[in-house]
């Protein structure tokens, strides 16, 4: 069945960058966009982008533009979410997360999460 | 597109009956899922298109709705259920999600 692990948790220091990777396995990686959602302590969820795996082409939200690149590694079945210059309230659970159908937006299978804790 | 959600807080009992709102503030057509999350776990996908059961999803859970107002339904709480729910819609780009209304026992 569809699985889908993410990297650990990890601490990083304002301005600094952090690399979350999203392994899946159970499914053929390049049929489904991977997506990345974040979800602050005790706060609801956001849309932060999305990868094609098969094109490479990525779709990245407002917010996030200047800061996110999303990449993956087709041998290997990963996607990696890195979000720089970081900032406070950068603190957040990143999950990442499969659409149901190729090129939707209904996220179907879902990582565990990655809490990125950002401290000086 | 904005998803309000009501109520942010509810009380219910095993066994009962709940229901849960979703309002866009503009027309979705049924582009819109429900999820629930646990404490410490990722959402789960329970509905999409508005009123399409997720596979493996007990049949306890039902959505409705379409244009701006959407409902989740629960027929009969499990203590399973206990958790919080979320829409979001993806009828405009960036999806979004409403702020989500967690359900606990009474």
């Known amino acids: 069945q569809v699985q889908v692990v993410q990297s650990g948790a990890e601490v990083q220091k304002p301005g600094a960058s952090v690399k979350v990777s999203c392994e899946t396995s159970g499914y053929t990686f390049t049929d489904f966009y991977i997506h990345w959602v974040r979800q602050a302590p005790g706060q609801g969820l956001e849309w932060m982008g999305r990868i094609n795996p098969n094109s490479g082409v990525t779709n990245y939200a407002q917010k996030f533009k200047d800061r996110v690149t999303m990449t993956r590694d087709t041998s290997i079945s990963t996607a990696y979410m890195e979000l720089a210059r970081l900032k406070s309230d950068d603190t957040a659970v990143y999950f990442c997360?499969?659409?149901?159908?190729?090129?939707?937006?209904?996220?179907?299978?879902w990582g565990q999460g990655t809490l990125i804790t950002v401290s000086s | 597109i904005q998803l309000t959600q009501s109520p942010s807080s509810l009380s219910a009992s095993v066994g009962d009956r709940v229901t849960i709102t979703c309002r866009a503030s503009q027309g979705i057509s049924s582009y819109l899922a429900w999820y629930q999350q646990k404490p410490g776990k990722a959402p789960k996908l329970l509905i999409y298109a508005a009123s399409t059961l997720q596979s493996g999803v007990p049949s306890r859970f039902s959505g409705s709705g379409s244009g701006t107002d959407f409902t989740l339904t629960i027929s009969s709480l499990q203590p399973e259920d206990f958790a919080t729910y979320y829409c979001?819609?993806?009828?405009?780009?960036?999806?979004?999600f409403g702020q989500g209304t967690r359900l606990e026992i009474k």
């Open positions: 997360a499969r659409d149901l159908v190729y090129g939707d937006y209904y996220f179907g299978s």
């Open positions: 979001q819609q993806l009828n405009s780009y960036p999806p979004t």
